[in-house]
T-cell receptor, first 113, second 113 residues
Framework: TQLLEQSPQFLSIQEGENLTVYCNSS?????LQWYRQEPGEGPVLLVT?????EVKKLKRLTFQFGDARKDSSLHITAAQPGDTGLYLC?????????????FGKGTLLTVNP | NAGVMQNPRHLVRRRGQEARLRCSPM?????VYWYRQLPEEGLKFMVY????????ESGMPKERFSAEFPKEGPSILRIQQVVRGDSAAYFC???????????FGQGTRLTVV
């Protein structure tokens, strides 16, 4: 059973476009993290969201945690080729268990110049 | 580089051989986690260790897999009698405690031939 569903699975856009990727679950998470992974590398943490409804911004990236803490979205404004990568969401099911993350399969984003 | 260090980056083993994967956590981190990323799958939690202790091994296969984090030296993930299905990327992460954000290494890509 895949607890975290990410959509779309693949996304190819032109430089300068905006995009949103989604991370959905029927389960509640105490926190949710977004990572970016490049080919041959490990995941790099972008942000952690903890509170339902929370919105965090990281330059051109905006992360939102759903009110019920079951879903999250990542919005990128004016995408650049350097944004290309696999975007992973990962949730911790209970406080004190942030080490035991449940990962989605990711959205593979390609930004074409 | 003060990040999580994993070696080797690539490992090729014949069926039936043993694979040893090493992970040195970030400086000051005493909590280590191992995850496995199978082709077309998301990262899956395997085991959580502190120095000389296994805290949670609920994600470890029951046979052939073991992990340790000795008082001195890196954490080791050992796979005995490897089979083709063990081919995957194995990632190590570390944190300062079990409830703070973890940082991932670059991974070891194991290929069983």
């Amino acid at each position: 059973t895949q607890l975290l569903e990410q959509s779309p699975q693949f996304l190819s856009i032109q430089e300068g476009e905006n995009l949103t990727v989604y991370c959905n679950s029927s389960s509640v998470f105490s926190s949710l993290q977004w990572y970016r992974q490049e080919p041959g590398e490990g995941p790099v943490l972008l942000v952690t969201v903890v509170t339902g409804g929370e919105v965090k911004k990281l330059k051109r990236l905006t992360f939102q945690f759903g009110d019920a803490r079951k879903d999250s979205s990542l919005h990128i404004t004016a995408a650049q080729p350097g944004d290309t990568g696999l975007y992973l969401c990962a949730g911790a099911r209970a406080r004190g268990s942030n080490y035991k993350l449940t990962f989605g399969k990711g959205t593979l984003l390609t930004v074409n110049p | 580089n003060a990040g999580v260090m994993q070696n080797p980056r690539h490992l090729v083993r014949r069926r039936g051989q043993e694979a040893r994967l090493r992970c040195s956590p970030m400086k000051g981190h005493s909590h280590v986690y191992w995850y496995r990323q199978l082709p077309e799958e998301g990262l899956k939690f395997m085991v959580y260790l502190q120095k000389e202790n296994i805290i949670d091994e609920s994600g470890m296969p029951k046979e052939r897999f073991s992990a340790e984090f000795p008082k001195e030296g890196p954490s080791i993930l050992r796979i005995q009698q490897v089979v083709r299905g063990d081919s995957a990327a194995y990632f190590c992460a570390s944190s300062s405690d079990g409830n703070t954000e973890a940082f991932f290494g670059q991974g070891t890509r194991l290929t069983v031939v």
